[in-house]
Structure formats: C-alpha cells, structure tokens
C-alpha cells in the first residue's frame, strides 16, 4: 500500500467542526483511500472510505483532491467521543484483498469541552 | 450482538510458555487477520486468512500460528512466550472479493503481558 503522511496530532473544540488532513502523494489509480479511527483502549473502526468523489456517510465525510493526491475527513460537529486516533490508508483495488491493512501513525485528535 | 469477538481480553503468562487467542466473527466474512499493537501503539498486520490461503507477514517470528477449525474462526496460537511478545493482539474480519473497498471489522483486542 502507498505511504501517507498524516499531521501527528491535532486539537478541536467541542461541536466544532473537524478536518483532518492526509497526504498521498504516490497515490495509484487503483488505490481507494480509507479512515479508520480507534478510540482509546478500543480496536480500530472503519469510519469511511473513497476513489475519486467526495463521499458523506453518517458518521463523517471525506474530500479528496481532484488530483487524489490528498484528502480531508470532516467531522461536522465533533464531541468528546470523537477524540481518538484516526488512519487514513490506501488500499489497492487490484489486488487480492485478503491482504492486511497498513497502519501509520495517523493522528491524535483531542477534543476540548 | 457482538461482530468480532475475542478471548480471553487479558491474558498475563509467564516467559516460555505456549498460549492461544481465540477469535470469532458473526458477519459472514471470508477473510480474517490477526494485528498486532506494541507499547507505542504501532498497529501491524501479522497475518491474513482467506479459504486456506495464509498470508503471513515476513517479520512475523514461526513461534506464531494462526488456526482456522472453520470459516467464522481464526485463532492465534503462540508458543515458547517471549517478553517482546507482550502487546494487544486484534482480530479483524472483511469481505475478501470486495477487494480495495472492503472495510474490516475489528475485535475488542487481547492485552498480552508476558513477565
């Protein structure tokens, strides 16, 4: 899976919106790019995931670059529970599937009342 | 109804000995994975398993073995426990022919102390 590069933490109040950047500028055409988060003392959960469009699901959204070359998960209105480690990954879709995902350091988000 | 679920959540054993983690999933997922966490939180994959297909992460010392009785079970079985050993251990499960778009489910994790 292709590297990317994620801020290592970063700090937001509470109902405020969030966006947590990511950098994949190695990104392949094949690749979808997904967030993850893990909440403290929790396995990781998967939070989103996208190709080439913007995406929303009910838990966040994700904007990707035209170029694919970044992307930003938003939180629209952040609240305590939110605080954790989020991931972002690239996944190829060439390949077999079964494969693992590769985790970086992704980024601690804190999150003030 | 838990998705993924793992035993035991802790497990403390001293050096040397041979323990197992146990893994189920509900979802009717084809392919599960066992990850490991060390202290500084690196989340890495160890394992993947997909209808008697293992793929193994080369770094992963042969002292671990993951088991399958069947589709829905994955567990991890370690042998001659070394101190380095200690980490949380997550099982994870997905859709293999969903392919770079598969999400994965993860377990609760299994905290290992080895002393």
């Known amino acids: 899976d292709a590297k990317t590069t994620q801020p290592n933490s970063m700090e937001s109040n509470e109902e405020e919106p969030v966006h947590l950047p990511c950098n994949h500028s190695?990104?392949?055409?094949?690749?979808?790019i997904h967030w993850y988060r893990q909440l403290p003392s929790q396995g990781p959960e998967y939070v989103i995931h996208?190709?080439?469009s913007n995406v929303n699901n009910r838990m966040a959204s994700l904007a990707i670059a035209e170029d694919r070359k970044s992307s930003t998960l938003i939180l629209h209105r952040a609240t305590l529970r939110d605080a954790a480690v989020y991931y972002c990954?690239?996944?190829?879709?060439?390949?077999?599937?079964?494969?693992?995902?590769?985790f970086g350091k992704g980024t601690h988000l804190i999150i003030q009342p | 109804d838990t998705a993924v679920s793992q035993t035991p959540k802790y497990l403390v054993t001293q050096m040397g000995n041979d323990k197992s983690i146990k893994c189920e999933q509900n979802?009717?997922?084809?392919?599960m994975y066992w990850y490991k966490q060390d202290s500084k939180k690196f989340l890495k994959i160890m394992f993947s398993?997909?209808?008697?297909?293992?793929?193994i992460n080369e770094t992963v010392p042969n002292r671990f073995s993951p088991k399958s009785p069947d589709k829905a079970h994955l567990n991890l079985h370690i042998n001659s426990l070394e101190l380095g050993d200690s980490a949380v251990y997550f099982c994870?499960?997905?859709?293999?022919?969903?392919?770079?778009?598969?999400?994965?489910?993860f377990g609760p994790g299994t905290r290992l102390t080895v002393l």
């Open positions: 190695t990104i392949s055409g094949t690749d979808y």
């Open positions: 398993y997909n209808n008697k297909e293992l793929i």
């Open positions: 994870a499960s997905s859709h293999r022919l969903r392919q770079g778009y598969n999400e994965q489910f």
């Open positions: 996208g190709l080439t």
């Open positions: 979802l009717g997922h084809d392919t």
């Open positions: 990954i690239l996944r190829d879709a060439s390949g077999g599937g079964a494969d693992g995902l590769t």
